[in-house]
């Protein structure tokens, strides 16, 4: 005999309850519907697809036949650590995040700071004119940068006419990477700045006005109020340069494409030409070193620089 659930007791509203939640389960599954097909045609799919193939010796003469390529096991990952080019190019990451992330962050400090006390009337002005080089397109900005540290460029030319005899920067391994990197330094520092400012501006006033009351002046405040107070923006600019640093390729391929004799060709570029040459298992594996650096990386961050409770 069937069982009658009366309207209105509690059995009856239980399943009206979960058939509410079911039919809000599947609306939020239909707007999502978009972004997971994306999110799994060119993010999942192809990142469990690169992770295959740096496990096979696969080549650009493989693609016809792509399944009939090896099983290597770690052989690329191994190869990479024997691949001087490789171990120089972590080097240069290296170097690229040490000194590209620290610059970029000072500067866009420094902007903030100067935006958010001494020129309140024309902030918006200033920051968008600061934050320019963060939209601009980069192959434009990178010929700009060629033509001017050129040998007969805008910057040796302002150098003979103080009567100084510029170097030919590009061509010269000691001289192209801090180029690059200032260029790098260049194009991000907006985007710390407009952070920082961020993070400033929710800082409490009347903390500020009660450090002046006890006698606190700017540098004091500035390292007891502000930095602390600061400290979840700064790990969140930090992460996001290092991770930029640590992928860095528009800068490097555009104005020396990792020249002269490879003083400037970072991870990514390494990737990037390994895959150009039809070694596909070499990119892969270098590509998945890549990760596992910015995953490390971005730990040690959040565990160095997190808010102390």
Known sequence: MATTILPGTPRSQGTARRARGSRRTAVAWLFLAPFTLVFLLYTAIPAVAALGFSLTDLRGTDLRHPFAVDFTGLENYLRLFQDENFLRDVLNTGLFVAVGVPLTMGAGFALA??????????R???????????????????????????????????????????????????????????????????????????????????????????????????????????????????????????????????LTDGGPLGSTESVALYTYHQFGSGEFGMSSAASFVTLVLVTLVSLVQFRLLRPRT
């Open 113 to 122: 700071l100067a935006l958010n006390s001494g020129i309140r009337r024309l």
């Open 124 to 254: 918006g002005t200033f920051r968008t004119v600061f934050f320019a080089p963060v939209v601009t397109n980069i192959v434009a900005v990178a010929l700009i940068w060629q033509y001017a540290f050129n040998a007969d460029g805008t910057v040796n030319k302002v150098l003979g006419a103080v009567g100084l005899a510029g170097p030919n920067w590009l061509d010269d391994p000691n001289l192209a990477m801090p180029v690059v990197i200032l260029l790098g330094v260049w194009r991000n520092f907006g985007t710390a700045m407009v952070l920082f400012l961020a993070g400033l501006q929710a800082v409490p006033q009347d903390v500020y006005e009660a450090a002046s009351l006890d006698g606190a002046g700017r540098w004091r405040q500035l390292r007891h109020i502000t930095l602390p107070l600061l400290l979840p923006t700064t790990l969140m600019v930090s992460v996001l340069l290092t991770v930029f640093y640590l992928q860095v390729f528009d800068e490097p391929y555009l």
